[in-house]
């Protein structure tokens, strides 16, 4: 139940394409969704985040789509760059406080130029 | 968001040592924690850093093994103790803010020879 399923595990887009990553979740006590992206030597950086009261948040390039009903929540990336490689994480939360924090298994983004 | 020193940024360590990772963040925080990442793998809860008392592990992480400390609400220290080969892995330290989620330090490179 405290599992976050991730897919693909890896995906490589041409430059300027859309890069899609879907997650699904059981436990319909999570309420809130972030996105991580990691570089090869650093720490994952927060990329956008979504709570289930909204469908969809775009900051960007990036947008997440939130479907509550089949408890699946996605990133698209449009227009990919080179610069977009990297590794990405979704995760969920139950609580606003960081505990209970559940990390996806992560989805590996190639971008060719 | 909270900027997070990390140090040493990677270490190579004979098998039956013990290594010291510190974790210092520009402004005081609540809530700190440390993570394990295994080559390739996404991210996994080792412990609460609690100020003033004793952290708060997850299953299959102990004690004796990680301890950790953490005198005020800027600093916590992990150590991996009696090293083998299996701790060779990336160990993140991360704060929570309401504002900004998760923040996570660069991590160390750990390498048990």
């Known amino acids: 139940q405290q599992q976050v399923k991730q897919s693909p595990q890896s995906l490589i887009v041409q430059k300027g394409g859309i890069s899609i990553i879907n997650c699904a979740y059981e436990n319909t006590a999570f309420d809130y969704f972030p996105w991580y992206q990691q570089f090869p030597g650093k720490g994952p950086a927060l990329l956008i985040a979504i709570r289930p009261d909204v469908s969809e948040k775009k900051e960007g390039r990036f947008t997440i789509s939130f479907n509550k009903s089949a408890k699946q929540f996605s990133l698209h990336i449009m227009d990919s760059q080179p610069g977009d490689s990297a590794t990405y994480f979704c995760a969920a939360s139950i609580d606003n406080y960081g505990q209970n924090f559940v990390f996806g298994p992560g989805t590996r983004l190639s971008v060719l130029p | 968001s909270a900027v997070i020193s990390q140090k040493p940024s990677r270490d190579i360590c004979q098998r039956g040592t013990s290594l010291t990772i510190q974790c210092q963040v520009d402004s005081q925080v609540t809530m700190m924690f440390w993570y394990r990442q295994q080559p390739g793998q996404s991210l996994t809860l080792i412990a609460t850093?609690?100020?003033?008392?004793?952290?708060?592990?997850e299953s299959g992480f102990v004690i004796d093994k990680f301890p950790i400390s953490r005198p005020n609400l800027t600093f916590s220290t992990l150590t991996v103790s009696n090293m083998s080969p299996e701790d060779s892995s990336i160990y993140l330290c991360?704060?929570?803010?309401?504002?900004?989620?998760?923040?996570f330090g660069s991590g160390t490179r750990l390498t048990v020879v």
């Open positions: 991360s704060v929570f803010s309401l504002n900004y989620g998760y923040t």
């Open positions: 850093a609690n100020q003033g008392s004793e952290a708060t592990y």
